[in-house]
């Protein structure tokens, strides 16, 4: 089963199956079959935490799609798309893109000269949930926090190559890893910088990723792997998302400490109106870790296959999926300019990343390197 079998098969139905076939509790993955350093211990122990999106960049990591989870007719609006992204980025900071080798000439002509390429082995493209999160100190320092990854719940295999892509994408920049057997996509997950972590019950509290893991396990072991203080749960994600399981990045995002951006619908129709409804009331009844209430920011939600939300911040600019269908994508860019005074807000098509078959957008396919 690959992400675009899973897409046209259906999000109910196949969602049931899976739900109903708990996951093997993870097992500790080898990173030093890569050529990686591995440390003991956990990066808060150490006095690391993962930093937030718009600190200063070193450079952003992305991945080339490999053919397997495209049928071969969409093959090349996806490569083109992911393309587009890393252009674009690459404009504001470095660009290294992990690419299979029998795939590199593919690349080469898609992307622009100034963005580095590496030979990696790659079952997929979405760099944000099996590249590495970057922990940092407060001397600069930076090591990877290595969670596990098991293919969104074991939803799409194989996937042993990007269960190891962490290891990879540590050689290859020369920094240390940890390792965690906590099952964690980046995207499940939103930070502040200052201590606050985003995540929702229905992703990391799934039987398809952590099965024997208790809530406040999770917590512990969230606080432990990016060195936060205070994790707020949210019950869902956005539906239908059979492939994710409710990544919060598909609903909300902080736009600074204290500020969160929130999808939300007045469609009293749609499902997501329920759920978007109960972020909002959790996220206005909390507190960070400071202790300052937020203040939640609406941007509608307009349609699934693009989800503005799933927006990248690089140095200087924030790179969001836009439909490109008339007067769609005016109101949520509008909003984001708002939030975002001192960046460029750019648009770029988002339609195969998302709808067009794979179910994600462009935070999805990014991961930043935190500059030193």
Not at 65 to 72: A, G, I
Not at 329 to 337: E, F, H, Q
């Amino acid at each position: 089963m690959n992400r675009r079998n899973f897409l046209a098969a259906g999000a109910a139905a196949l969602s049931g199956v899976l739900a109903a076939k708990p996951a093997a509790a993870a097992r500790p993955v080898d990173y030093t079959k890569t050529g990686a350093t591995v440390f003991s211990g956990t990066p808060a122990a150490d006095g690391f935490a993962f930093p937030a999106e718009w600190a200063r960049h070193e450079r952003s990591l992305m991945q080339f799609p490999p053919p397997q989870n495209w049928y071969p007719n969409q093959l090349n609006a996806a490569r083109k798309e992911w393309a587009d992204v890393a252009n674009t980025v690459a404009e504001y900071e470095p660009v290294t893109m992990a690419v299979r080798r029998r795939d590199k000439a593919a690349a080469k002509k898609l992307l622009s000269s100034e963005i580095t390429l590496i030979e990696m082995p790659l079952n997929d493209a979405w760099s944000r949930d099996s590249g590495p999160m970057i922990v940092q100190n407060a001397q600069g320092a930076r090591r990877i926090a290595g969670f596990t990854f098991n293919g969104w719940g074991r939803k799409f295999p194989p996937y042993k190559h990007d269960t190891l892509a962490k290891g990879r994408f540590a050689a290859h920049l020369g920094l240390p890893m940890y390792t965690s057997e906590l099952v964690l996509e980046g995207g499940a997950v939103a930070v502040d910088g200052q201590g606050t972590l985003l995540t929702t019950e229905e992703c990391l509290l799934h039987t398809n990723r952590n099965p024997d893991w208790s809530k406040a396990r999770v917590e512990a072991e969230l606080k432990a792997g990016l060195g936060v203080q205070k994790v707020i749960w949210l019950p869902r994600g956005l539906t239908p998302d059979p492939i994710t399981d409710g990544h919060v990045d598909g609903m909300a995002a902080f736009a600074a400490p204290g500020t969160v951006l929130l999808h939300t619908t007045d469609d009293g129709s749609d499902p997501n109106h329920r759920i978007t409804q109960d972020a909002k009331r959790i996220l206005q009844q909390a507190t960070d870790a400071r202790g300052r209430r937020f203040e939640v920011i609406e941007i509608p939600l307009t349609s699934y296959d693009v989800v503005h939300l799933n927006f990248y911040i690089c140095n200087g600019a924030v790179i969001v999926p836009v439909s490109g269908r008339k007067g769609e994508d005016d109101r949520p860019l509008a909003i984001l300019r708002e939030a975002f005074p001192g960046r460029r807000v750019m648009g770029v098509s988002g339609r195969m990343i998302g709808g067009g078959g794979g179910g994600g957008g462009v935070h999805c396919i990014t991961q930043q390197v935190p500059a030193v």
